[in-house]
């Protein structure tokens, strides 16, 4: 085997461990917060790693979905670097103003805050690993991202089990994430890459506007689609508060819709697999492309078909021994929130390749009339048939986005044919 093969061999490896452990960390530190906490604090735990993932986005900014695809380097990784700092201020003002606009208490503004501040750790390190990816080290990405997740994992529970306290737990989590760049990110760029982090005295402020106004389209994509997620969670979380859902029902929500959370997170797995295609498209190779695209598609169409059936028969029972909590009784709900995940994961797989195309801001619409049609039948579907409510307004909402994303592909596909 040559040394090539045995590289890309190594990075699909490491890049699907990665994946997979980034991906199963919200479902096991919802795992220990279900089984050492109460309903109230657990719902707590919930709604506020929800927030923190949706303002993860701002963070990121969706610059690694570019950055990973720019493989004639037309921004080097210092401009990417600054405008991560930037996008990362913006996450933590945006925390800031949702937590007085929501008039959060005291303690959950500060537990939501020390949540947000250990994301933001994450979408620094994000940026490492997209520049591991764009230069063919996925293997490097992949390491930090498991070796991160474990680190977590085994803390949150350690600290819980011996505090009981969510706030220590949060705190605990977001210093070992400080530690753990230094000990990953920033060794494994000098390491490999040469490189050390030098901070010069200005910003580039116009290469790093340039960046932002590139991947707004992106961005404001990975933002609505994330509000879309944290929709029926927030109506659930508003109904909480006034009384008018049982207590647990966050948690509940959260436990049956972890499975789709982890399906959408999954796409990451194939990065490695689109930063290929984009060279496939750059070189013109046509057939290639629209060939590898269709064989994506399939494939996950055939883990769709298993992850429902697999969801119907055992699904509710292996969650509910899991998080301890009965779930069979929310069987066809289960059900129904799978469809949507695989719908929205078809349809994500087409926005990727309208940003290999570099026609990312012909799908702003597809999120818009999606965000739209999301916050028009939530809180009245929700309100009327609680969980049931949640699920059906998630499907709908996601049986919007897979049309709408069909349909710009393939204008966006016969525009380029014509061109």
Request: proline share 2%; with cysteine.
């Amino acid at each position: 085997m040559t040394r090539n093969a045995i590289n890309e061999k190594s990075n699909y490896i490491w890049n699907m461990i990665g994946s997979v452990s980034s991906s199963v960390i919200s479902t096991v530190l919802l795992i220990f917060a279900a089984r050492l906490l109460s309903p109230e604090s657990s719902d707590l735990f919930g709604i506020i790693y929800s927030l923190g993932q949706q303002l993860f986005v701002v963070g990121l900014f969706q610059v690694r979905d570019y950055q990973a695809t720019d493989v004639r380097e037309k921004f080097d990784f210092q401009v990417y670097l600054e405008t991560r700092i930037v996008t990362i201020l913006l996450m933590i003002g945006s925390t800031f103003i949702f937590a007085v606009v929501s008039h959060y208490t005291a303690e959950k503004t500060l537990i939501f805050l020390i949540l947000v501040m250990s994301r933001a750790v994450d979408a620094f390190s994000d940026v490492f690993q997209g520049f591991f990816q764009q230069h063919e080290r996925s293997d490097l990405a992949g390491k930090i991202l498991f070796f991160r997740s474990i680190v977590i994992m085994i803390s949150f529970y350690l600290i819980l089990l011996l505090t009981g306290s969510l706030l220590l737990a949060c705190l605990g989590i977001f210093g070992l994430n400080v530690l753990l760049t230094f000990l990953l990110d920033f060794r494994y760029m000098s390491r490999h890459f040469g490189h050390t982090i030098t901070w010069r005295r200005r910003l580039q402020a116009k290469q790093i506007w340039s960046v932002l106004v590139t991947c707004f389209p992106l961005f404001f994509s990975g933002f609505l689609i994330n509000y879309i997620f944290n929709e029926p969670k927030l109506v659930i979380d508003g109904l909480l508060s006034s009384g008018q859902l049982q207590t647990g029902l966050q948690r509940d929500f959260n436990i049956l819709f972890m499975p789709t959370f982890i399906m959408s997170l999954l796409l990451i797995i194939l990065r490695p697999l689109i930063t290929d295609l984009s060279r496939v498209w750059l070189d013109k190779d046509y057939r290639q492309f629209y060939s590898s695209f269709g064989k994506l598609i399939l494939i996950l169409l055939g883990f769709g078909l298993f992850v429902i059936v697999a969801g119907y028969l055992v699904g509710t029972e292996v969650l509910g021994l899991l998080y301890g909590v009965p779930l069979t009784q929310y069987k066809w709900e289960f059900v129904i929130l799978l469809l949507g995940g695989i719908f929205n994961v078809l349809a994500s797989v087409i926005g990727n390749m309208m940003t290999i195309f570099r026609k990312q801001v012909n799908f702003m619409v597809v999120y818009i009339v999606t965000f739209i049609v999301s916050k028009m039948i939530s809180t009245p579907l929700i309100t009327k048939l609680g969980m049931l409510g949640a699920a059906y307004s998630f499907l709908i909402a996601m049986i919007v986005f897979l049309v709408l994303s069909i349909s710009v592909f393939l204008l966006t596909k016969k525009l380029l044919n014509e061109g």
